[in-house]
Nanobody
Framework: QVQLIESGGGSVQAGGSLRLSCTVS????????LAWFRQAPAKEREFVAVSSHYGETWYHDTVKGRFTISRDNAKNILNLSMNNLKPEDTALYYCAKLSTYSATGTFSTDNVRYWGQGTQVTVSS
């Protein structure tokens, strides 16, 4: 069975850094697209970053230059390094396995096949 388990969430002040990790099992890790999404209170769940199985990455415009998505194929772990965090980054962050890639570089929940449970990131001013 497929499992995606996030870790690394927490509370930081604006300008700080945090690294999230997702341990993936039940899928051929090196052959699938993986992503991070986030959902703030009263907001829609939105795409943050995507890592393709062939080495390409995509980022939402609001996190470009601050966040980095990476994967360790040997350990089946997906990472999200977040720098210069802002209060608007506060949200539940979800690891996801994609069902499809986007032709436009913009992703939605429609592109997701499996979800993790989420890990909370809180950024204070």
């Amino acid at each position: 069975q497929v499992q995606l388990i996030e870790s690394g969430g927490g509370s930081v002040q604006a300008g700080g850094s945090l690294r999230l990790s997702c341990t993936v099992s039940g899928v051929p890790f090196s052959s699938v697209g993986l992503a991070w999404f986030r959902q703030a209170p009263a907001k829609e769940r939105e795409f943050v970053a995507v890592s393709s199985h062939y080495g390409e990455t995509w980022y939402h415009d609001t996190v470009k230059g601050r966040f980095t998505i990476s994967r360790d194929n040997a350990k089946n772990i997906l990472n999200l390094s977040m720098n210069n965090l802002k209060p608007e980054d506060t949200a539940l962050y979800y690891c996801a396995k994609l069902s499809t890639y986007s032709a436009t570089g913009t992703f939605s929940t429609d592109n997701v096949r499996y979800w993790g449970q989420g890990t909370q990131v809180t950024v204070s001013s």
